[in-house]
C-alpha cells in the first residue's frame, strides 16, 4: 500500500479509501509495447520512476505479473520471501552482476 494511504479493510469493494488506493495504484498504467523481437519495452518514463536501469527481474502472481529492479526487489521484499531472494541472487551472480553490500542476507 502507497505510504500515506488509507486503510482498507479486507474484501471491501467500494468506497473513498478503495477507490484512493486504486487510483494510486492503477492511475498510471499503460498498455505494454514489444520490440520486434517480441521483448516487451518499457516506457522511459516508468523505467526511471521505479529504478529500472538496465536489469528487470518478472515475477508472476496468478493473474499478472510485476517487473522489478532486482536490487530494489532484494532491499524491499527479500527478507520476507527468501526462496525468491535466492533466486535472484543466483540470477544476478549468473549474469556477473555485483551484490551490494546493504542488501539484507
Same mark, same amino acid.
Given at each position: ?28 498504467? +499503460?498498455?505494454? %509495447?514489444?520490440?520486434?523481437?517480441? *521483448?516487451?519495452?518499457?516506457?522511459? !518514463?516508468?523505467?526511471? &520512476?521505479?529504478? /529500472? ?12 505479473? +510485476?517487473?522489478? %529492479?532486482?536490487?530494489?526487489?532484494? *532491499?524491499?521484499?527479500?527478507?520476507? !520471501?527468501?526462496?525468491? &531472494?535466492?533466486? /535472484? ?17
Amino acid at each position: 500500500m502507497p505510504a500515506g494511504a488509507p486503510a482498507v479493510r479486507s474484501g471491501e469493494r467500494y468506497g473513498a479509501a478503495r477507490e484512493d488506493i486504486s487510483r494510486s495504484l492503477f492511475g498510471l498504467a +499503460e498498455p505494454v %509495447n514489444y520490440d520486434d523481437t517480441g *521483448r516487451i519495452v518499457l516506457d522511459p !518514463d516508468l523505467k526511471q &520512476a521505479v529504478g /529500472i536501469n538496465g536489469l528487470a527481474f518478472l515475477i508472476g502472481i496468478e493473474d499478472y505479473f +510485476e517487473i522489478w %529492479n532486482p536490487y530494489s526487489f532484494l *532491499r524491499e521484499k527479500g527478507a520476507g !520471501d527468501h526462496r525468491l &531472494a535466492r533466486k /535472484i541472487r543466483q540470477k544476478l551472480a549468473q549474469k556477473g552482476e555485483p551484490m551490494p553490500e546493504d542488501l539484507p542476507a
